[in-house]
């Protein structure tokens, strides 16, 4: 028995290795994605109980400690965070598992110190790695919540010199470990490595300003799998090298699309800190003040609304804020009854991490065959007869397919200007994140509904009832 047991793990490891890759196929589809969630939960319990199996796990009685605190913690967070605020818990979690990972190497490093006086070059480097992927992740993630929490300013922060001073850390950084890997029983160059590791994280996220959080979400999502990949290596364990390699694949393949859907580079998010010149763009002030504003209340949007053939709502972060989806569920219901064809609009940036739009609507219990993507529902823009946008700003901005002087010039947008009537719900004409005036509020065929979205949205739907 004690001899198949090594086979017996290793086998395990492999079922969940396939389970973890056919639930991150099912994830990928709003149909599949409670089922892809059950699958992979059962390949990591498979995975834990097999690791726990192993001969090498001396503690039980910590690791039992563990698991309860951690289960404790876990349920708390499953019942009383708002899914509004799914996005910082999202990045708070990406935190601990850089962390977790950081942990390991630095456990690992002083276990190796005391028992043999030396590190061997290739664990010092899995080590080295471990540290800087882990200890960027945790306070890059935890500056990332601060933003998204608004316990720090969410506008980009910048300072002079700062990548200057981001090259000279990450030199040091380079050059510590050199010294380390010659030296592999120094102490202080390793603690120096993983302060330098730690302030890289701050650093890095600084820069980046809130609306580009969803990317640098993924971003840092694809970094804690790296880090568990590393700590797998420094731990000689499979199963946290395929699961540490999976998360960091896909993580990086959706950072990609989202900088495709926003029609900028990962370096330009990363280093431009877009979106810290608010100023308007897209014509001087004259111009602007030329413009018309046509504004409506909500009985008139609800007759609008109630008598048209076919509405596409179009959710963005307002919506989020104003925790207006179960609002916009009773809304879409009440046209139902009245036997208009509703569909949802979701475009790849809208909110604060990727499939914000669709974990709030799903928490209103939106059926999953109404949402679009942008791809799937710009063709039919034209065929609808009112498109109602909902705190959604620069993903609607028609400058983005002409202005090729505007910031968001060739970024992809869903195209509601085609629609027969906008209506546009939002507190004020304030800009988007880009700082780019809007040209959809001054058409003619948008009127703007001013007010919360909650509150905006429930009174439609009071109206919508009454037709």
Not at 14 to 39: D, E, Y
Not at 41 to 50: D, E, K, Q, T
Not at 149 to 156: D, F, I, K, R, Y
Not at 401 to 427: F, N, W
Request: charged residues 15%; hydrophobic residues 50%; proline residues 4%.
């Amino acid at each position: 028995m004690s001899e198949f047991l090594p086979t017996g793990i290793q086998l395990s490891y492999l079922v969940a290795s396939a389970l973890f890759i056919v639930g991150l196929k099912q994830l990928g589809s709003p149909a599949t994605a409670r089922q892809g969630n059950v699958v992979a939960a059962i390949g990591m319990l498979i995975a834990v109980v097999a690791t726990l199996l192993d001969r090498q796990v001396l503690n039980y009685e910590m690791i039992a400690v563990g698991i309860a605190i951690g289960s404790a913690l876990g349920a708390v967070m499953a019942y009383k965070v708002d899914m509004t605020a799914m996005p910082q818990m999202v990045g708070l979690l990406n935190g601990f598992g850089g962390a977790a990972s950081a942990l390991v190497a630095v456990g690992e490093f002083w276990r190796v110190i005391h028992s043999t006086g030396a590190v061997p070059l290739d664990e010092s480097i899995t080590i080295i790695l471990s540290v800087l992927i882990g200890g960027v992740t945790f306070t890059g993630s935890l500056l990332a919540f601060a933003k998204l929490q608004e316990l720090v300013p969410g506008a980009p922060i910048t300072f002079p010199l700062q990548q200057l001073v981001n090259l000279a850390l990450v030199l040091a950084f380079f050059v510590g470990s050199g010294f380390l890997v010659a030296n592999p029983n120094d102490p202080t160059t390793f603690l120096a490595l993983v302060g330098i590791s730690l302030v890289l994280g701050v650093l890095f996220v600084l820069p980046i300003g809130g609306a580009d959080t969803p990317v640098v979400i993924s971003l840092l999502n694809s970094f804690s799998g790296l880090a568990a990949s590393a700590a797998g290596f420094v731990l000689m364990n499979n199963m946290l090298i395929i699961a540490g390699a999976l998360v960091g694949a896909s993580g990086i393949i959706l950072t990609e699309l989202m900088c495709r859907a926003m029609n900028r580079t990962l370096a330009n998010v990363l280093f431009s800190a877009f979106g810290s010149n608010r100023t308007a763009a897209g014509g001087s002030a004259a111009e602007i003040q030329d413009k018309t504003v046509r504004s409506i209340d909500s009985d008139q949007g609800a007759m609008m609304l109630g008598y048209a053939r076919s509405v596409v709502i179009v959710p963005g972060y307002g919506m989020a804020v104003a925790q207006a989806q179960h609002a916009v569920r009773e809304l879409a219901d009440q046209l139902e009854r009245l036997g208009v064809e509703v569909k949802y609009a979701i475009h790849p940036v809208a909110g604060r991490m990727p499939g914000h739009m669709n974990v709030l609507l799903a928490e209103a219990n939106v059926p999953y065959t109404q949402l679009y993507d942008m791809d799937d529902i710009n063709p039919d823009m034209d065929r609808t007869d009112v498109a109602l946008v909902i705190g959604a700003n620069d993903v609607v901005n028609p400058a983005a397919r002409h202005d090729s002087g505007s910031p968001i010039y060739g970024m992809p947008i869903l195209e509601v200007d085609k629609a027969q009537h906008t209506i546009v719900i939002k507190r004020g004409m304030n800009a988007g994140f880009s700082g780019v005036e809007n040209e959809l509020f001054y058409k003619n065929k948008t009127m703007m509904l001013f007010g919360g979205a909650k509150d905006v949205v429930t009174q439609l739907a009071s109206a919508v009832k009454e037709l």
